[in-house]
């Protein structure tokens, strides 16, 4: 709240200097500032107060940690049409489950990061929980305002509220707060997050010294009634389970909640005073984060009620306390990376780093369970060094890494990235990856009030071969992706009960191949447009482990144009996503995170959507009509195994910028 409380004064603020718009592309904004050298001016030092310079959107940029630049679009396309969703980005590949806030399930296992390092796991809970690579950096000749707004299913509703400035040429500050809270149809579905996030960058007159740095506070809080129990109930249509709330499920006041801060900084600073043909900087990031996951569970027994008569199951098994599960454990690591980087302007940048990576992942207990102690914590300390070439001239620009650890953990990085722009319409880009990564935490220690579900392991190191090839071009979006995995780890089934669920963690001893084919197009003819994406991927392997849908599609068909002189742009159309039926991952709230299960499939059902969206100025207003077919085409609709797709419902939601 009190963070909240920050941005609202802000914006009280910002609103008491808000002036009257102009579209930026048309009309821009003025400014008696002074923006950075290697931008044209928009700055004005004059004393002569009358004489302003203009600023073009085009000035208004978003910089990420990798140093790679954009500016801030104002513009209402397909594409944002796409991102105006609960994650800010473009969720073609996850499936969304019933109430906005919750978890997704992975369609595209393409779309999954690899990393040398362990995290906590519960990857369940971490779609929403922004990572160091998340937050964006900006240089902005006025203040630039931005509120994001949403309903939600029952209750609640999404803001994501965020301010960035300029003080000088050299220095920005940006502050952003997104706030949900969504009820939910269905029993003990609550959504409840915050993502506060505040960053600032700053670099010396001459670029000597740069700075990029920001801080996180994150909470996701989520009701887990995991899932419902009698299929027939939401599959018959009946109107007495129109009502959601009617629903059985398994967890009456089940809840998980995750929450992070982190403090992030990475600087740069060259060693002979001016710029010149060659130059030789210091580098430094340092990675701090505590994260503190709780699962509460007030009541254990789950009673199910039907017209053979009621029985009582424990849907985790048995428990070491009769009632109020209150599991916690908690997460620290500390990050940082100090290198030096040679820069020639011709041949590019050489840089050799030394890495210090360490954790401390742990409970407040000790367990003793068959014999077998269950320890209170993982810790450990690794050094790695490595080494960096990048090049960028003309057409080409290419990015090559490796890493590898001089302590006694076995863990190596190997990633080459090489990109090639032959214009604006057509580029082409290649990426290997060669990864033996560690064990995230979760698989190989968990504590949990269930006795089940506590385990300590030593697994042998996931080693990942990746393989992508990504082509833009005029004609057509195309991408390809092999990926090589050995000892794959994941979560498996213990039981097949019905009423009972139990998993274990998992390594699978043989290999995996998986192939993705991904190709995209956007038709335009006269005012309407014909975006499709296809997503076809294939696994070979001995075993049902990893299991994805063969076939994933969106296509939507739209129309968009300028009325009333062009004061307001409109867009509409509809959206068709599907993807054919396979056997998905089940959630365990437990866990926090899926688990493989080869008995339910779900999938080949049509989700359409119609939507209405409207640009005036600078503000974009969202209408739309989600799964207006539900009732049309079937309740057969899940998200996961006993996790149903959402209902018919129309939203409504905006975007809107000031810029001062």
Sequence with gaps: MKYLIVVFFFYCNVFSQVREEKVLKEVPVRTNNRITNNSPSSFDDSKDKKVA???????YKIITIERDTTHYDTSLTIQKEYKYNYLRKDIFGLQQFANEGQTYTTLDFGLTQFNPYPEIGLTGKHFNFLTANDILYYHVPTPLTELYFKTVMEQGQNLDAFITLNTSERLNFS?????LRSLGKYINQLSSTGN???????QTKSNRYQLKAH????????GENGGIINLEDFEGGEEDFRNRARVQVYLNDAESLLKGNRYFYDHYFRINKNDAQNNLYLHHQLNYEHKFFNYKQSTIATTIISDEGN???????????????NDENRYNRLYNKIGALYENKLLGEFQFFLEDFRFNYFYNRVIVQNDQLIPSNLSDEIQSVGGQYTYQ?????????YSTSITDQSLSNLDAKLLFKYNDKNSFDFRFQNLNRLPNHTFSLFQSSYVNYNWVNTFKNEKINNIEVKAKTQWLDSAIQLTTLNDFLYFGQVTSSEDQLLVSPKQYDNTINYLSIKAGKDIK???????NTVLYQKVDQEDDILNVPELTLRSTLYFSGHFFKK???????????YFSKYFANDYNPVIADFYVQNTQEIGDFPMIDFFVNAKIKTARIYLKAEHFNAAMTGFNYYSAPNNPYRDFIVRFGLEWNFFL
């Design 311 to 325: 029985r009582v199951v424990n849907r985790f098994g048995d428990s070491y306390v009769l009632s109020n599960i």
């Design 53 to 59: 310079s203009i600023a073009k959107i085009s000035e």
């Design 393 to 401: 001239k003309n057409k080409w620009n290419g990015k090559f890494s």
């Design 215 to 222: 801080f996180t506070a994150q909470d996701i809080l989520n």
């Design 196 to 202: 506060f996030r505040f960053s600032t960058s700053y």
């Design 525 to 531: 003819f006269w005012k309407l447009g014909f975006d």
């Design 567 to 577: 004061a307001l742009f409109l867009q509409t159309g509809v959206t068709v996503n």
């Design 175 to 179: 502050i952003a707060y997104k706030g």
